[in-house]
């Protein structure tokens, strides 16, 4: 049976936070941005105070509710850990206090975990300017309302949720250890090669200029490149007016693509035959590829190998980490193992071998990212 908790607003949970502070030029500053979908706070830079604009930074402390006004519609929320612990945000990062007497900080994180929670914040937001018009001022964050059950229920849920959440976690790091296994013959075919023969990626792979032009009312599906090789995915519909590139480049199955500023990580791939007719910005370089050359699978096979993706970090340009990016004439200039034509053969039918499986694997795959919010959902109903 459902349990029926009084609704409180947030504005008597949570009490704003100013902890502004003049940037020094002579400081080097660890920046904080927000992972969409509720995934936490990362440090996305370190600056020197001479190399930021802004001349006030705000201080968070571990255990702070912060979230990005711009983004809380993709669920850019996240409570403070001790690694976020006096790093710094800027004016767009909002931080709280959370009343510890009445709300367990783990219980509100998990609440805005969900995705209703972020349509709610989108129905809030507001802005005059396409970059504006979804930021969610403080005000209207703190008038929303949660379930609030007694302290010591929220523990019970929060502790439910996270034994819950481990095991779907657990669950999916198995299915991408099978998942990559199911590549360890086409890897190894490709390996026995690579003593002999090599072979510049410019040789067999052109850039395709963008193709389409946007128009502000007309719809356009976008692709995406998951990271740590796991290969280009259907994404989000948009309309033109909705982002602010001019061009898009549209997908052809057999297409090579990556995102520039996440390639190093394993974000490339040969685009499948579900995402062909997609579309792009520019920030994905798309290659068409001589198949006379080079079979596709080849190419895929390659890059989506973790051994890889270390090489290609030292390819990319950027001032840290998280800002590296892959220039499509480096991309072009790398080499690759060159297989005889008949190993490429062999390669391509173990990875359609391999893809059959994939397909299964990725039902189950559905199936368990369906799971956590299943799990929100009831928690906060009561039912868990």
């Known amino acids: 049976m459902s349990a029926v908790w009084a609704q409180e607003r947030l504005g008597h949970l949570l009490a704003p936070i100013d902890r502004a502070e003049p940037v020094d030029p002579s400081?080097?500053?660890?920046?904080?941005?927000?992972?969409?979908?509720?995934?936490?706070?990362?440090?996305?830079?370190?600056?020197?105070?001479?190399?930021?604009?802004?001349?006030?930074?705000?201080?968070?402390k571990a255990g702070d509710f912060v979230y990005n006004r711009l983004f809380a519609w993709k669920g850019s929320f996240a409570i403070a850990d001790d690694d976020a612990n006096d790093c710094h945000v800027s004016n767009e990062f909002p931080c709280f206090a959370v009343n510890p007497e009445r709300l367990d900080p783990s219980y509100l994180k998990w609440w805005f975990s969900r995705e209703?929670?972020?349509?709610?914040?989108?129905?809030?937001?507001?802005?005059?300017?396409?970059?504006?018009?979804?930021?969610?001022?403080?005000?209207?964050?703190?008038?929303?309302?949660?379930?609030?059950?007694?302290?010591?229920?929220?523990?019970?849920?929060?502790?439910?949720?996270?034994?819950?959440?481990?095991?779907?976690?657990e669950a999916k790091r198995?299915?991408?250890?099978?998942?990559?296994?199911?590549?360890?013959?086409?890897?190894?075919?490709?390996?026995?090669?690579?003593?002999?023969?090599?072979?510049?990626?410019?040789?067999?792979?052109?850039?395709?200029?963008?193709?389409?032009?946007v128009d502000p009312l007309t719809e356009y599906h976008f692709a995406g490149v998951y990271s740590f090789g796991r290969g280009v995915f259907r994404g989000q519909r948009k309309l033109g007016s909705e982002f602010a590139y001019p061009k898009l480049t549209r997908l052809r199955a057999g297409n090579f693509v990556y995102p520039k500023l996440m390639a190093w990580e394993g974000a490339l791939g040969v685009v499948p035959p579900d995402c062909d007719g997609l579309v792009v910005s520019t920030e994905?370089?798309?290659?068409?590829?001589?198949?006379?050359v080079m079979l596709p699978e080849v190419m895929d096979t390659h890059f989506r190998s973790p051994e890889v993706w270390p090489k290609l970090s030292g390819q990319s340009g950027g001032t840290n980490v998280r800002r590296r990016r892959i220039n499509p004439k480096d991309f072009l200039n790398l080499q690759m193992p060159y297989?005889?034509?008949?190993?490429?053969?062999?390669?391509?039918?173990?990875?359609?071998?391999?893809?059959?499986?994939?397909?299964i694997q990725a039902e189950a795959a559905a199936e368990l990212d369906a799971m956590l919010p299943a799990i929100l959902d009831k928690a906060f109903k009561g039912d868990l």
């Open 284 to 292: 994905f370089p798309v290659f068409e590829i001589d198949e006379q």
């Open 339 to 359: 297989p005889s034509r008949e190993a490429q053969v062999a390669i391509r039918e173990c990875v359609s071998r391999a893809s059959s499986i994939s397909a």
């Open 27 to 60: 400081r080097t500053y660890r920046l904080l941005g927000a992972r969409w979908y509720a995934q936490g706070l990362f440090v996305k830079d370190e600056k020197s105070g001479h190399n930021i604009k802004a001349n006030t930074l705000y201080r968070v």
């Open 174 to 213: 198995l299915r991408y250890a099978a998942e990559q296994e199911i590549m360890t013959l086409p890897r190894a075919l490709l390996s026995h090669g690579k003593s002999k023969r090599t072979i510049r990626v410019g040789d067999f792979a052109t850039l395709r200029p963008p193709d389409v032009a």
């Open 116 to 169: 209703s929670a972020w349509f709610r914040a989108l129905g809030l937001s507001s802005g005059a300017t396409p970059t504006s018009r979804n930021r969610l001022k403080e005000a209207y964050l703190l008038g929303m309302e949660i379930p609030l059950p007694p302290l010591d229920e929220q523990r019970r849920i929060v502790a439910r949720i996270d034994e819950l959440a481990a095991k779907v976690e």
